[in-house]
T-cell receptor
């Protein structure tokens, strides 16, 4: 089945140690999103790619970066994770960037910081 | 900025009871989407409403979009334990290219 796949499901890293989360999709969607979701909160958009065009949210910390080497893959890099970055990170895709398109989410990566 | 609030934040019902969550935006929306997130899971798209006053049904779920396109509701008739999860609305402000903004969510717990 076509889907959005995130690896790993659980990631533990040390305070200040760079970490990369990955997302792949077989839907051939143009747009890929990264959300941060903390416990009992709504998903918070960090940034998204429309094809190769990167769109950062104004309040996304510089500590968070993203790469999209091709249509299928997108990465979230956290350069120096702090305790406050512990959260579920969700990748999502949509056919276009217009908000009338449903977003398809992966299972997420739960990041813990030691 | 745009704010999308949902009430209640949490509701606990017995199986068979009805449930409603309300979604209110500070700005007019071009459309509203609803997602369900099971505990430990990811958001799953349920439905989209576009027209003012629109009503859509999916089995026991009824979705409404307000006449002013600033609010929406999701009503579940005769809840089942499989309805457990958090329900999020998400919308985009009319006339902008801004992102989809998720509501604060309503967590539904259903017990036998």
């Amino acid at each position: 089945d076509a889907m959005v796949i995130q690896n790993p499901r659980y990631q533990v890293t040390q305070f200040g140690k760079p970490v990369t989360l990955s997302c792949s999709q077989t839907l051939n969607h143009n747009v890929m999103y990264w959300y941060q979701q903390k416990s009992s909160q709504a998903p918070k958009l960090l940034f998204h790619y429309y094809d190769k065009d990167f769109n950062n949210e104004a309040d996304t910390p510089d500590n968070f970066q993203s790469r999209r080497p091709n249509t299928s893959f997108c990465f979230l890099d956290i350069r120096s994770p702090g305790l406050g970055d512990a959260a579920m990170y969700l990748c999502a895709t949509s056919w276009t960037g217009y908000s009338n398109q449903p977003q398809h989410f992966g299972d997420g990566t739960r990041l813990s910081i030691l | 900025g745009q704010q999308v609030m949902q009430i209640p934040q949490y509701q606990h019902v017995q199986e068979g009871e009805d449930f409603t969550t309300y979604c209110n935006s500070s700005t007019t929306l071009s459309n509203i989407q609803w997602y369900k997130q099971r505990p430990g899971g990811h958001p799953v798209f349920l439905i989209q409403l576009v027209k003012s006053g629109e009503v859509k049904k999916q089995k026991r779920l009824t979705f409404q979009f307000g006449e002013a396109k600033k609010n929406s509701s999701l009503h579940i008739t005769a809840t089942q334990t499989t309805d457990v999860g958090t329900y999020f609305c998400a919308g985009r402000r009319t006339g902008t290219a801004s992102k989809l903004t998720f509501g604060t969510g309503t967590r539904l717990q259903v017990t036998l």
